[in-house]
């Protein structure tokens, strides 16, 4: 796998939420922290300790896993990958039995609307699949601000559309391309947005409003 062919897994949830975000971040490299992107990175930090792994029981506990697959064309690192004793599960070097996965994705806010955080879980779940040789029915996603883990059913149609995705992403990276502004309400959530400009979209056009900001500026010191 040559790494500057593929395509992080984790960018599938900002390709999600707004492809040109995506662009911004992954292919000009452009990144603006805010508190809840900080506080969010610090949990990550926290979930990836790849020292951090135990086993009770029929239950055994991997984090920081790097996974990979090669049909999206994405690699990354899952927070928690939990492994459970399972007939249907395949075996693992080191341990007796068989064991099926099910890949666990810790978010700092509240569940979303959109599909962001369910199609991130759903590439990490395809990956463990091509690497393992096996099948994941299921994932789940924990979010900080609820304290509750949600289980997701990885359905067809929910496959579908992250394979979808990924391959839009990897059209999007092979030609460099970044979309143009398309200002809405997400945008006040974006820790981008004063790198993004959306404002500008709203104006009739770029000079005209460098003109008003010099006039009101000008006005204000009495010129």
Request: hydrophobic fraction near 35%; charge should be negative; charged fraction near 30%.
């Amino acid at each position: 796998m040559n790494p500057d062919e593929y395509l992080a897994i984790s960018g599938i949830q900002h390709f999600c939420f707004c492809r040109r975000q995506w662009a911004l971040i992954y292919l000009e490299e452009q990144w603006d922290e805010n508190l809840r992107t900080a506080e969010g990175r610090l949990e990550h930090e926290r979930c990836h300790d790849a020292s951090l792994r135990e086993k009770r029981g029929d239950l055994l506990t991997v984090r920081g896993m790097w996974v990979v697959s090669h049909r999206l064309r994405l690699f990354g690192v899952c927070d928690v990958v939990e492994f459970r004793a399972d007939p249907e599960g395949v075996p693992l070097q080191g341990q007796e039995d068989l064991w099926l996965p099910m890949p666990v994705e810790y978010k700092h806010g509240a569940p979303k609307e959109n599909d962001a955080d369910r199609l991130q879980l759903c590439a990490q779940a395809m990956a463990l699949e091509e690497m393992l040789v096996c099948t994941v029915p299921k994932g789940g996603l924990y979010y900080a601000e609820t304290r509750r883990r949600q289980v997701v059913e990885l359905t067809p149609e929910l496959r579908q559309k992250t394979q979808e995705m990924a391959h839009e992403m990897n059209g999007y990276f092979s030609r460099g391309y970044t979309p143009k502004v398309k200002p809405g309400k997400h945008c006040n959530a974006c820790s981008l947005k004063e790198v993004c400009l959306p404002v500008l979209c709203r104006r009739s056009d770029a000079a005209g409003y460098i003109r008003a900001h010099i006039e009101e500026v000008q006005e204000g010191e009495g010129l």
